[in-house]
Each structure stands twice: as structure tokens, then as C-alpha cells.
């Protein structure tokens, strides 16, 4: 059996219990996507797991975009400490 290596990624939000805030959620899509990408790699074929990885992202998506549009600053360091790319515009 293989095992992959995951860092987690944590951050001050962690500790302060605030779940809700959308840096705290999007940190944590980025965890379980990355855990996700590692596992697709050995498994294939794992056609749920796709398609639990295509929502997570869709999600991700969705919180990164709300976030762009009410504080500008903060998507931009959220995305930089990620190492994320930054998501287009229309």
C-alpha cells in the first residue's frame, strides 16, 4: 500500500472556532481537495470520487467568487497563502 503524503494547511482562523467564515471553508475545501487529487491518482477509476471532487471544487468556486466581490484584500491574501490561481473573470 502507498501512502501519499498530505499537509494540511492551518491557519489562525483555526483556532479562533470560526467555522463559518468563508477563508475558514475554503481553507478546508482546499485540504479535502487536495486529499481527493492524491487518492485519484492511485485510483483511476474511482468515478464517485470525481464526482465528489467536481463539487467540492464547484463549491470552492462559489465561496472564492463571493469572496473576490465583498473584501478584494482578503481573497487576495487567502489565495496567496494557498498557492491557489486566481479564478476569472467574465
Same mark, same amino acid.
Not at 463559518?20 to 470520487?49: A, C, M, P, W
Given at each position: 500500500?502507498?501512502? %501519499?503524503?498530505?499537509?494540511? &494547511?492551518?491557519?489562525? @482562523?483555526?483556532?479562533?472556532? %470560526?467555522?463559518?467564515?468563508?477563508?475558514? $471553508?475554503?481553507?478546508?475545501?482546499? %485540504? =479535502?481537495?487536495? /486529499? +481527493?487529487?492524491?487518492?485519484?491518482? #492511485?485510483?483511476? /477509476?474511482?468515478?464517485?470520487? $470525481? =464526482?465528489?471532487?467536481?463539487? &467540492?471544487?464547484?463549491?470552492?468556486? *462559489?465561496?472564492?467568487?463571493? +469572496?473576490?466581490?465583498?473584501? *478584494?484584500?482578503?481573497? /487576495? @491574501? +487567502?489565495?496567496? $497563502? #494557498?498557492?491557489? *490561481?486566481?479564478? /476569472?473573470?467574465?
Amino acid at each position: 500500500m502507498i501512502k %501519499n503524503s498530505f499537509s494540511a &494547511i492551518f491557519f489562525k @482562523e483555526e483556532n479562533e472556532d %470560526n467555522k463559518g467564515s468563508v477563508e475558514f $471553508q475554503v481553507v478546508s475545501f482546499t %485540504n =479535502r481537495i487536495r /486529499k +481527493l487529487t492524491s487518492h485519484l491518482e #492511485l485510483h483511476k /477509476k474511482d468515478y464517485l470520487s $470525481q =464526482r465528489g471532487l467536481r463539487k &467540492i471544487l464547484g463549491k470552492r468556486q *462559489r465561496l472564492l467568487a463571493y +469572496l473576490s466581490k465583498k473584501n *478584494r484584500v482578503r481573497y /487576495k @491574501e +487567502l489565495i496567496g $497563502q #494557498l498557492e491557489i *490561481r486566481e479564478t /476569472k473573470k467574465n
